[in-house]
C-alpha cells in the first residue's frame, strides 16, 4: 500500500492533471481507471484529490475525488453530463473592465455577474486603467455596482493604485480573474504577484472559442496562500442556459423586492403590481442594471425555444 497524498488540481491536458500536493510539490497525475469510468464527477481544476505514487514506476494516479465546496459550471443540456465545470472550489469571481481601452461596457459586465451569481459565487468587479481617464469618471460609471452591493476596486497597473487591497482580497482563497481581453488581467496579475510571470497582451482566449474546446483554466498558486485563475471561461451567458426565472435572484440589488410582486411567477417585465418595476420607477433600482435584466430575459427566452 502506498501513502495517498491530497493535493489541488491545477491544470489539465490530454489525461495529464498538474496536482499541487500539500508540500507545494506539483506532480503530474493520471486519473486512476476506476474513477474514470464513474462518469458522475469529472475532475476539473481546482478539484482536490487524493494522489498515489507507484513505488516500481514512481507513476503518479488520481484515486479520489473530494467533494467540491463550490464550482463555476455551464450547464450544457445537449451533453450528457449536463454540466461543464470551468473551476472547483472557486471563493471568489473577480471580473475585471477597464476604465478606457478597450471601453467599458457594463452590459457585458452584467452577465459577468450574473453568470456568478447563478453559481452563488461572490464577485468583485475591478475598473482598471484608471490612470487614462478623470478620477470622478469611472467612479460615476460603476456607481451602480457599488450601490448594488458589490465591492468595487479602481485599479491602475501604472501608478498602483488600489493594488494592495485587491491583493489583500485574494489572500488565502480562490479567485478566478475574468473579463474581456486587452482590459489588464495578466498585468494586474503580474503586478500583484511577480512571480507568476503571465504574458501580457496575449489574446489567449481566442483559442478557446470554438464550441467543443476544453476551456483551459490554469490555477496559479499564490505566495501566501490561496490561487488565481486567470480565466477564458467566462463569456457568453447564453452558453449557461439559466431559467427565465431564476435571472430576478442574480441581480442583488432586485432580492429585497422579490417577494413583494403581485403574482408569485412575475417576470418583471409586464406584470401589474411588480415591486421590482415600482423600485426602478423611484430610483430604487438603477434604471441600466433593469435595462440588462430585461435584455437577458428575452435572450434567455429565444434560447429556450431554441432547445
Ligand atoms: N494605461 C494602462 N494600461 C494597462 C494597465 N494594465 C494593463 N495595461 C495594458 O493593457 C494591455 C493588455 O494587458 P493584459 O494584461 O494583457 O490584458 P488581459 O488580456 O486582460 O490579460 C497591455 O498593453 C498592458 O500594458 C493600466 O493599469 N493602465
Ligand atoms: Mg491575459
Ligand atoms: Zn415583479
Known amino acids: 500500500m502506498t501513502d495517498a497524498f491530497v493535493g489541488d488540481v491545477l491544470s489539465g491536458t490530454g489525461g495529464v492533471w498538474h496536482v499541487r500536493t500539500k508540500d507545494g510539490q506539483v506532480r503530474e ?15 476539473a481544476v481546482g478539484d482536490e484529490v487524493d494522489v498515489e505514487q507507484d513505488p516500481a514506476s514512481g507513476a503518479w494516479t488520481i484515486s479520489a475525488i473530494h467533494e467540491r465546496k463550490s464550482k463555476l459550471a455551464r450547464r450544457e443540456p445537449s451533453s450528457g453530463y449536463g454540466e461543464r465545470v470551468v473551476a472547483a472550489n472557486v471563493d471568489q469571481v473577480v471580473v475585471v473592465f477597464a476604465a478606457a481601452k478597450p471601453e467599458p461596457h457594463t452590459r457585458m459586465l452584467d452577465r459577468f455577474l450574473v453568470i456568478a451569481e447563478a453559481n452563488e459565487l461572490v464577485s468583485r468587479v475591478v475598473v ?13 460609471t460603476f456607481a451602480d455596482y457599488e450601490k ?14 488600489g493594488l494592495d487591497e485587491l491583493h489583500d482580497s485574494l ?5 478566478i480573474f475574468s473579463g474581456p481581453s ?7 496579475l503580474n503586478a500583484m504577484f511577480p512571480g507568476l510571470n503571465l504574458r501580457i497582451g496575449e489574446i489567449s482566449e481566442s483559442v478557446n472559442k470554438g464550441r ?5 483554466a490554469v490555477m496559479h498558486p499564490l505566495p501566501d496562500g490561496g490561487y488565481v485563475v486567470d480565466s477564458p471561461g467566462l463569456r457568453e451567458v447564453g452558453m449557461w442556459h439559466l431559467a427565465g426565472g431564476e435571472l430576478g435572484v442574480c441581480f442583488p440589488e432586485f432580492r429585497p423586492y422579490l417577494d413583494d410582486c403581485r403574482f408569485g411567477d412575475c417576470s418583471h417585465l409586464v406584470e401589474p403590481g411588480c415591486a421590482v418595476r415600482e423600485a426602478v420607477e423611484s430610483g430604487a433600482i438603477s434604471a441600466a442594471r433593469y435595462d440588462s435584466y430585461s435584455r437577458l430575459r428575452a435572450d434567455i427566452a429565444t434560447q429556450k425555444s431554441e432547445w
Do not use: F, M, W
Open 182 to 188: 486587452g482590459v489588464g488581467k495578466s498585468s494586474l
Open 212 to 216: 467543443h474546446t476544453t476551456v483551459g
Open 171 to 175: 489572500a488565502g482563497l480562490s479567485s
Open 128 to 140: 482598471n486603467k484608471v490612470d487614462l481617464v478623470p478620477g470622478a469618471e469611472a467612479a460615476q
Open 29 to 43: 497525475a493520471s486519473l486512476r481507471g476506476r474513477l474514470k469510468k464513474a462518469t458522475v464527477t469529472k475532475i
Open 148 to 161: 448594488a452591493g458589490y465591492a468595487v476596486h479602481y485599479t491602475s497597473t501604472k501608478t498602483r493604485a
